[in-house]
């Protein structure tokens, strides 16, 4: 069953902890993106990756970090320094950092204790 | 297409009636757009895409039409199904690269 995973579904953070969100594909894919939903609104870019070892900041990256050292592997870091990070992330990915459909994971959903 | 908050634009349909939904987008220079459906709790699916050298793409019971000269995109669903309930996006390619700019979604709601 090809696709994109995301772990895991539900993710509990304390005041002042870093966390890290896992976002796996096995689709081959060259791009991966990182997005931000809050409730009852579209997706906010935070940070994207054209290739491996390389990524670039989105829209939002304040307070976040990623790494892209596998293909296949994109995950995020939400630090303490990102004050409001309650929110629904997801991660898609795509065939190229070009004209091509970005694809979604299932998503993990993030609360602050 | 504008995000509203928490108060998602609704469209309320009987289920076998055909569904239109709207977006407006903001740069005259896009020229690749998606629809997107999420259903609650999970990640966007991918509907249809249209670039910006066509007018109409149709898929099964989906088709969405491009109006550049007004900025507006719309998708139409035939006969539609309780299983088509779910938030819809529109998204625009922003130029360079794959960046996507999301709208805000609209909720259709089926009544059986």
């Known amino acids: 069953d090809g696709g994109i995973t995301q772990s895991p579904k539900y993710l509990f953070r304390k005041e002042g902890q870093n966390v890290t969100l896992s976002c796996e594909q096995n689709?081959?894919?060259?791009?991966m993106y990182w997005y931000r939903q809050d409730p009852g609104q579209g997706l906010r870019l935070i940070y994207y990756?054209?290739?491996?070892?390389?990524?670039q900041k989105g829209d939002i990256a304040e307070g976040y970090s990623v790494s892209r050292e596998k293909k296949e592997s994109f995950p995020l870091t939400v630090t303490s320094a990102q004050k409001n990070p309650t929110a629904f992330y997801l991660c898609?990915?795509?065939?190229?950092?070009?004209?091509?459909?970005?694809?979604f994971g299932p998503g993990t959903r993030l609360l602050v204790l | 297409g504008e995000s509203v908050g928490l108060h998602l634009p609704t469209l309320s349909v009987q289920e076998g009636d055909n569904s239109i939904i709207n977006c407006a987008y903001s740069?005259?220079?896009?020229?690749?757009f998606i629809w997107y459906k999420q259903e609650s709790g999970k990640g966007p699916q991918f509907i249809i895409d249209?670039?910006?050298?066509?007018d109409k793409r149709q898929g099964q019971r989906v088709t969405v039409l491009l109006n550049k000269t007004v900025k507006h995109l719309s998708l139409q669903i035939a006969a539609t199904q309780p299983g088509d309930s779910a938030v819809y996006f529109c998204?625009?390619?922003?130029?360079?690269?794959?960046?996507?700019?999301f709208g805000g979604g609209t909720r259709l709601m089926v009544k059986p």
């Open positions: 990756s054209q290739i491996v070892n390389d990524f």
């Open positions: 249209i670039r910006s050298n066509m």
């Open positions: 740069n005259s220079a896009s020229d690749y």
């Open positions: 998204a625009e390619n922003r130029g360079a690269g794959n960046m996507l700019t």
């Open positions: 898609a990915s795509s065939a190229e950092y070009s004209r091509e459909t970005q694809y």
């Open positions: 689709l081959n894919h060259d791009a």
